[in-house]
């Protein structure tokens, strides 16, 4: 209860897990994820450097729950553009499905913060 799912267009494949796994399948940083193959490297690069911000902020957890709720508490839509960090819905096309899905999971995920410290 409480796993997010997201999907990767490129690999067509659903990751368990949430956004964050999504980040680093799409970084292509080694954690629990299989990497993408298919991720642009113009792509791949923006969130290399979006994953060593967070990392850099990790010692101030205070900081970066603020920062989670402040992505969440954003409306659907910027909050999905943001995490994608693409212009217009090029990187990666979610359909209205997987955004009701994300929407959700959004909110779900309030719950699950403390599992995701442990990533
Ligand atoms: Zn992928």
């Known amino acids: 209860m409480g796993r997010r799912k997201v999907q990767c267009k490129y690999y067509n494949r659903v990751l368990s897990g949430g956004v964050w796994r999504l980040k680093q399948h799409l970084a292509r940083i080694k954690g629990e ?5 298919r991720v642009s490297s113009e792509v791949r690069i923006q969130f290399c450097q979006y994953m060593k911000e967070n990392e850099t902020s990790k010692t101030n957890i205070t900081r970066r ?31 209205d499905d997987e955004e009701e899905q ?18």
């Open 102 to 119: 994300f929407r959700r999971a959004s909110q779900a995920s309030r719950r699950s913060f403390k599992e995701e410290d442990h990533l």
């Open 33 to 37: 994820v299989e990497l993408c193959s």
């Open 65 to 95: 729950h603020q920062e989670i709720r402040e992505e969440l508490s954003a409306p659907p839509r910027r909050s999905v553009d943001e995490i994608h960090l693409s212009r217009g819905r090029q990187t990666i096309d979610l359909d």
